[in-house]
């Protein structure tokens, strides 16, 4: 470029940048903007940068209805990646990028300009040729110029080392093919070396200072921005510092440390001049933005700045930024008289609100006086008037609440009256058929009594849940389970009814596996009441055939038969309460409305198409994914207990007190108390653990209680309905007292609701356990518990005194950190002894030894002993007693008997125990 030309253009930047004050000190306040503009800069270093910016914001600084939204990568093309998507979802109008490397971010700015919003690049290209305007030196010409610098400069002979910015980036690239080009006409002029500074000064040093050494005749060195040369005269000061190697620059950079300030002071010999594009680019993006004409190409000019303009070069730059520094301090204080101006506008509009409104509010004010008191005479009569109906309402709603609350005691008091006697009828089979010895007919009976008490307990259950349907407190429990896998477990209960009469009952899925969240116990009684309806009016040889199928956002499953079906106008009532159509076999008519309540519960729908005589198709239709569910509707993990029908052993001593239990499950058997108030039910339980167990039996809760604080049995088994005191308060009284906190609960009841089984374990009780239960399920439950009793006792032994276990109740922690620190304290006592401890702990002797043996599985005097020989372990270790004074600190009569029992305890001598700890 001419040098005229470059004064003549900083002159015309300087008239640009006064004219743009006096648009400042013009403009109004209340333009808003119309263009958002995003800026993601990434390339150069921080000087480059920093100028780019500058030139932008001058420019900008015309165009008062846009924003600039300015976001630096550092040189990181990951995160100019992250920020461009950023300007993407602020809804920016034009997308400006100065890309650090061109592979990495092309993808992002094609998907930009693909999306229609106008992409500017500047200064590096990008891979492809999805973007609206490029702006930008011509590296090419940049490169090819310093080379016909360079060979004027060495006068067509020497040897040049030249240091590249990141090898991907095309500026990088076109500059040294445009310096070859150069030189490729001086064969004399040699490139010995092409290093990869990678824009940054710290990497040109270190790659100039690996091969300098070796080219000591090295005449002219190449950098290709400012900061590379400034690192290459730096090492070129250290490795030659007699030697003045040429240095040449690209960038031209204006400032304290830019590269003009470097040829100026002689650091570089010459640098080329290569604008950053700034203004230019702001001015394409507005002619962009306001649909006017503009160039897809936008090439920038350069030219060599040395010490023959560079002198004129510096004093027009300086100028420039001392006006640039003027300008701004001037746009600072229009500002801030700006926003006084504002803040006084809006008080002043405020103000005028505040007087309109207080006037307008006066006004209402002193009208309604007026009206309030012809509107109150009214009110009063009116609301004499609503009181008396409001008293009549109420009347009248608590006679149907508790008309309401009767039915629902009817329901719930008759379910769990059938629940006792179900137990008696099921548990007694269950063992019968246990037992192989019977005869085939009685099998059979057995069987068929089985069979049935499993049919009733079903009819109670459709009771209870329409009792919870209700009231409104039922509430879904979904996990996350495999729906096919779920499908064909309920159809294995009919699979031999299906062979038996022939009836081709099958599952059609084209899913090997379908995870899907619903309350799989509602889920079950909605398709076995189905399938049972399905069996039920489907002759033989007839079909039966399940259908899983999923549509956007449902899962459907099909219960499809070719049976006898239902007219239509049966099938229109086929889910409404206690209904029964003209053909339908005798029922409760609860199956149908229940299952679509269960339905509805999980937000899904259940209908029927069917004609009379050909067949019916029942459809279940449950949303996919959970976003429908309530967060407290939905079940994560099991908990470490499941609640279910479990029950633990009882002991009754009311009729059998002086009984030798021993001759019935042994003297060392476990002890289970029983606290039952059914005579039969407590005969049964008896019956059937009295060969396992030592049983002890109450048939009231408080006589239960004092039983259990006399006999302190190893497990109890209580109902939670009792007389005289219930069993959730026996089980909060045992588990709040430290005689009997470490006991185990079972709670036995016909209660099975979720909220009455949390309410029992919130009061301490290990198991809950309803009826009707397994017998077998009630052994192993118990056997189960015992076990774990004592697989913690062997836990506290081998661990004891030291540590205490995390898997006590907090109570019997206490209990275990007092025993500890009771004898810690009294330990240089011989006579320590278990009275002693047990008046400090508030028990009596015997309490002290079975609270103890249940705890830790050894006696207190063993305890003791422990603790005394640990004590002396830690003394012996960490001090310079002699082993008689160790003896006498832990409560040993005689260093003698010490000695022995240390020795019996850790097989060798304090005193060789001592020596080798040193």
């Known amino acids: 470029m001419d040098m005229r030309k470059f004064y003549y253009l900083q002159i015309e930047k300087i008239l640009s940048v006064l004219w743009m004050v006096v648009l400042l000190c013009g403009c109004s306040q209340n333009n808003k903007e119309r263009y958002t503009i995003g800026f993601s800069q990434c390339t150069g270093d921080d000087e480059w940068r920093k100028a780019m910016l500058d030139d932008m914001k001058r420019e900008l600084a015309f165009y008062s209805d ?119 006409p001086y064969p004399e002029i040699t490139l010995v070396e092409t290093l990869n500074g990678e824009w940054e000064k710290k990497q040109a040093k270190e790659q100039l200072s690996k091969v300098i050494h070796l080219y000591p005749d090295l005449d002219l060195i190449f950098a290709q921005n400012e900061v590379m040369a400034l690192g290459a005269h730096e090492v070129c000061m250290q490795q030659f510092p007699g030697r003045q190697i040429k240095i040449v620059g690209v960038d031209g950079l204006p400032g304290a440390f830019g590269d003009i300030q470097m040829v100026y002071d002689k650091l570089i010999t010459a640098t080329a001049l290569y604008p950053t594009g700034g203004e230019e680019a702001v001015r394409v993006a507005m002619n962009i933005l306001r649909k006017q004409p503009f160039q897809r190409e936008n090439l920038l000019q350069t030219a060599i700045i040395d010490s023959s303009n560079v002198r004129m070069i510096k004093m027009q730059t300086d100028k420039l930024l001392d006006q640039q520094k003027d300008i701004e301090r001037q746009q600072s204080r229009i500002d801030e ?299 994560i993990e099991d908990r470490g207990l499941r609640l279910g029908y479990i029950n633990k052993p009882i002991i009754d001593t009311e009729d059998n007190a002086g009984v030798s239990f021993g001759k019935l499950a042994g003297a060392e058997a476990p002890s289970v108390l029983i606290i039952e108030d059914d005579d039969d039910l407590r005969g049964f339980l008896y019956e059937l653990l009295k060969g396992k167990f030592q049983i002890i039996m109450a048939s009231d809760g408080r006589s239960g209680l004092e039983k259990c604080f006399d006999t302190a049995p190893d497990l109890v088994v209580c109902d939670i309905m009792l007389p005289e005191m219930d069993g959730l308060k026996i089980t909060s009284t045992l588990k709040g007292d430290l005689r009997t906190s470490h006991i185990p609960v ?82 240089s006592d011989p006579d320590l002894s278990v009275e002693a401890l047990g008046r400090e702990l508030g028990l009596s002797r015997v309490q002290l030894f079975r609270k103890a043996k249940a705890l830790l599985g050894c006696g207190i005097n063993d305890m003791i002993l422990n603790m005394r020989l640990e004590k002396a372990c830690v003394l012996l270790n960490d001090s310079e007693l002699s082993i008689a004074e160790v003896a006498d600190r832990v409560g040993f009569a005689t260093q003698s008997y010490f000695s022995t029992v240390f020795k019996a305890k850790y097989g060798t001598s304090p005193k060789d125990f001592k020596g080798s700890v040193r």
């Open 66 to 184: 846009t924003r600039l939204i300015f976001k630096d990568a550092n040189a990181n093309s990951n995160t100019q990646i992250k920020q461009i998507r950023e300007l993407l979802n602020n809804g920016i109008d034009l997308l400006i990028v100065s890309p650090n490397e061109a592979e990495p971010v092309t993808p992002v700015i094609e998907e930009a300009f693909k999306k229609g919003i106008p992409v500017v690049v500047v200064d590096r290209r990008t891979s492809s040729s999805y973007y609206t305007a490029y702006v930008g030196g011509d590296n090419y010409q940049v490169g090819k110029a310093a080379g016909q610098y360079i060979a004027a400069l060495l006068n067509k002979k020497g040897k040049i080392i030249e240091i590249t910015g990141l090898p991907k980036s095309s500026p990088a690239n076109d500059r040294h093919r445009g310096l070859k080009e150069a030189i490729k």
């Open 337 to 635: 008289q700006l926003r006084i101006y504002k803040t006084q506008k809006v008080l002043l509009y405020l103000m005028t609100g505040l007087l309109v409104a207080a006037i307008i509010l006066g006004s209402i004010a002193l009208y309604s006086l007026v009206e309030n008191k012809k509107i109150n005479k009214e009110l009063k009569a009116q609301s004499d008037e609503i009181l008396r109906q409001r008293n009549q309402i109420q009347e009248i709603a608590e006679k149907a609440q508790e008309a309401t609350e009767s039915k629902f005691r009817f329901f719930t008091n008759i379910s769990h009256e059938f629940r006792t006697p179900l137990t008696l009828i099921i548990g007694p089979v269950e063992d019968l058929l246990n037992q192989r010895k019977d005869e085939n007919q009685v099998r059979k009976n057995l069987v068929l009594i089985q069979r049935n008490a499993q049919r009733l307990l079903r009819l109670v259950n459709q009771l209870m849940d329409f009792r919870k349907v209700e009231s409104g407190k039922i509430r879904i429990q979904a996990r996350l389970i495999d729906l096919n896998s779920f499908l064909k477990d309920i159809m294995e209960p009919f699979e031999f009814t299906a062979k038996r009469r022939k009836i081709d009952f099958r599952l059609i899925s084209r899913f090997s596996a379908l995870e899907v969240w619903f309350d799989e116990d509602m889920l079950d009684k909605v398709l076995f009441n189905l399938l049972s309806n399905a069996f039920k009016y489907t002759e033989d040889h007839g079909r039966i055939y399940l259908f899983l199928e999923q549509t956007p956002g449902f899962v459907l499953i099909k219960v499809e038969d070719n049976g006898s079906g239902m007219s239509e106008s049966d099938a229109l009532r086929a889910f409404e309460m206690f209904y029964q159509g003209g053909n339908a076999v005798r029922g409760t008519g609860l199956g149908l409305p229940l299952s679509r309540e269960l339905v509805e519960l999980h937000q899904g729908t259940i209908d029927v198409k069917s004609k009379l005589n050909e067949g019916t198709i029942f459809t279940v239709s449950i949303p996919s994914g959970k976003d429908h569910l309530n967060p407290e509707d939905i079940v």
């Open 746 to 827: 079972m709670l036995l009841t016909a209660k099975n609701s979720v909220e009455q089984q949390v309410e029992g374990m919130h009061t301490g009780a290990d198991l809950y356990l309803t009826k009707p239960f397994s017998s077998q399920l009630l052994i192993e439950s118990i056997s189960s518990l015992l076990i774990n009793r004592k697989i913690l006792r062997s836990w506290n032994v081998s661990n004891a005194p030291s540590e205490t276990p995390g898997n006590l109740s907090r109570l019997d922690k206490k209990f275990l950190n007092d025993l500890k620190a009771a004898i810690l304290s009294g330990i």
